[in-house]
């Protein structure tokens, strides 16, 4: 049985920045059931709702959105079962008591009782202040060298996001990269940046392992790149994010650009928002 309050009891926090990773998230047996009854490939190319669109193209990610996993027959009872023990307000609370302090420093009192005390509803489905997503996907296969996502923020509504890698075995690409601002940095994308970053904390695309951070206007990550290989790498993100119905974004991407000091930046987003 899946004990969920222990899911994030083996995550370390990464010093000053809202960041943790964990090289043992599940009992050894835990995750070689999870693993061995990941949903196949084509069961979760069949649920995304790009595929259709764009076919399947090289070292790109598709999933499962949780608005169509709850009617799925397909997946195992185990991962029904994992998702029924950490959905909605559950995960919210494991990630606020792990993030506390931080979710207190970045965005204060009011923030932190609105995320504390608000109904969570499921992504897609449900009208609530705060959603929840769980997201079962792939990293498609690939023939040459590439990165599914270079240095970036995300969606500045989402809270939390937690990733946890299911591989048959350990892999010599590096996955996740967790990355600090040291200088001038540009944006090019949506919410793609590039410039002057440090790592600061790698975690292998491996076995059992998994990250999560809050997300605020210092979460810079990155995919590193993956070499050439016909298998697709299995993660799950699992996330909290704020409904625009009921409140605005947790802070302003041309703040990230605008301010020189991440610190007069700090006090004024959050000064405007709340």
């Given at each position: 049985?899946?004990?969920?309050?222990?899911?994030?009891?083996?995550?370390?926090?990464?010093?000053?920045?809202?960041?943790?990773?964990?090289?043992?998230?599940?009992?050894?047996?835990?995750?070689?059931?999870?693993?061995?009854?990941?949903?196949?490939?084509?069961?979760?190319?069949?649920?995304?709702?790009?595929?259709?669109?764009?076919?399947?193209?090289?070292?790109?990610?598709?999933?499962?959105?949780?608005?169509?996993?709850?009617?799925?027959?397909?997946?195992?009872?185990?991962?029904?079962?994992?998702?029924?023990?950490?959905?909605?307000?559950?995960?919210?609370?494991?990630?606020?008591?792990?993030?506390?302090?931080?979710?207190?420093?970045?965005?204060?009192?009011?923030?932190?009782?609105?995320?504390?005390?608000?109904?969570?509803?499921?992504?897609?489905?449900d009208d609530t202040p705060l959603l929840?997503?769980?997201?079962?996907?792939?990293?498609?296969?690939?023939?040459?060298?590439?990165?599914?996502?270079?240095?970036?923020?995300?969606?500045?509504?989402?809270?939390?996001?937690?990733?946890?890698?299911?591989?048959?075995?350990?892999?010599?690409?590096?996955?996740?990269?967790?990355?600090?601002?040291?200088?001038?940095?540009?944006?090019?994308?949506?919410?793609?940046?590039?410039?002057?970053?440090?790592?600061?904390?790698?975690?292998?695309?491996?076995?059992?392992?998994?990250?999560?951070?809050?997300?605020?206007?210092?979460?810079?990550?990155?995919?590193?790149?993956?070499?050439?290989?016909?298998?697709?790498?299995?993660?799950?993100?699992?996330?909290?994010?704020?409904?625009?119905?009921?409140?605005?974004?947790?802070?302003?991407?041309?703040?990230?650009?605008?301010?020189?000091?991440?610190?007069?930046?700090?006090?004024?987003?959050?000064?405007?928002?709340?």
């Open positions: 049985m899946f004990e969920y309050r222990s899911l994030l009891s083996n995550f370390v926090k990464v010093p000053s920045l809202p960041f943790a990773y964990s090289t043992n998230v599940f009992s050894d047996d835990m995750f070689r059931d999870l693993q061995r009854n990941y949903p196949s490939d084509e069961l979760i190319y069949s649920y995304d709702r790009n595929f259709p669109v764009t076919g399947l193209r090289e070292n790109s990610r598709y999933q499962i959105p949780v608005r169509e996993l709850i009617s799925i027959t397909a997946i195992d009872d185990l991962w029904l079962e994992f998702f029924s023990k950490i959905r909605g307000a559950v995960f919210r609370d494991l990630a606020t008591q792990l993030f506390a302090d931080e979710v207190l420093s970045y965005y204060g009192r009011a923030f932190f009782d609105f995320l504390c005390q608000s109904e969570v509803g499921l992504r897609g489905v929840f997503d769980f997201q079962i996907g792939v990293n498609s296969p690939c023939t040459i060298e590439s990165s599914v996502r270079g240095t970036h923020l995300d969606n500045p509504l989402e809270v939390f996001a937690l990733l946890l890698y299911f591989p048959e075995r350990a892999c010599d690409d590096a996955g996740l990269a967790i990355e600090r601002r040291v200088g001038a940095i540009e944006k090019y994308g949506k919410f793609e940046f590039s410039g002057e970053f440090e790592t600061v904390q790698e975690l292998p695309y491996a076995p059992n392992h998994g990250a999560i951070f809050l997300n605020t206007f210092q979460s810079f990550h990155s995919v590193r790149p993956r070499a050439p290989s016909p298998i697709s790498r299995k993660l799950l993100n699992v996330i909290i994010e704020i409904n625009p119905r009921y409140r605005g974004p947790l802070f302003n991407l041309s703040d990230v650009l605008q301010e020189g000091s991440v610190t007069r930046a700090l006090r004024r987003i959050c000064k405007s928002i709340f």
